[in-house]
């Protein structure tokens, strides 16, 4: 069963007011938190990865988007797994096993995936492989 609860009432947060304009940041974290977990969307992700919130939340997310498609991002093919793949790697090592999967399903796609241009899959590659070092 999913939690209908909006992400403001599972972390006890509440909303960013200004009696300013309200910068982009603050504008998508005030939209953010009035969603279900059910709701976040691949965007939201890359963002809470960026920034830096909600982390655990933004992985497990992660996770999921990568599971239905290793080449999941907002601006680029595979920008998502890129992300993950640069976070520090003391937190993903409690996603390992998942990231394990995920990175075997990663090889065996690239090899019957049509690259756009030369040069892509390797650097695909190498992101899948420093990736799996920084889970072993």
Same mark, same amino acid.
């Given at each position: 069963?999913? /939690? #209908?609860? #909006? &992400? #403001? !009432?599972i972390y006890n947060c509440i909303s960013i007011s200004s009696n300013e304009e309200l910068y982009p940041l603050q504008k998508w974290y005030n939209q953010l938190i009035e969603k279900t &977990? @059910? !709701?976040i969307t691949v965007e939201d992700v890359l963002r809470m990865i960026r920034q #830096? %919130?909600?982390t655990n939340l933004a992985v497990s997310k992660a996770i999921n988007f990568l599971k239905e498609d =290793?080449? =999941?991002? !907002?601006?680029?093919e595979g920008e998502l797994l890129e992300k =993950?793949? %640069?976070m520090d790697s003391s937190f993903l090592i409690s996603y @390992? /096993? /998942?990231?394990k999967n995920i990175i075997k399903n990663a090889l065996v796609k690239s090899e019957t995936r049509d690259w756009i241009y030369a040069g892509e !899959?390797? %650097?695909f590659k190498d992101m899948i492989d420093t990736l799996s070092k920084k889970i072993m």
């Open positions: 069963m999913q /939690d #209908k609860r #909006k &992400i #403001k !009432e &977990i @059910a !709701e #830096k %919130e909600f =290793v080449f =999941v991002g !907002e601006l680029y =993950v793949s %640069e @390992a /096993d /998942d990231l !899959e390797e %650097e």
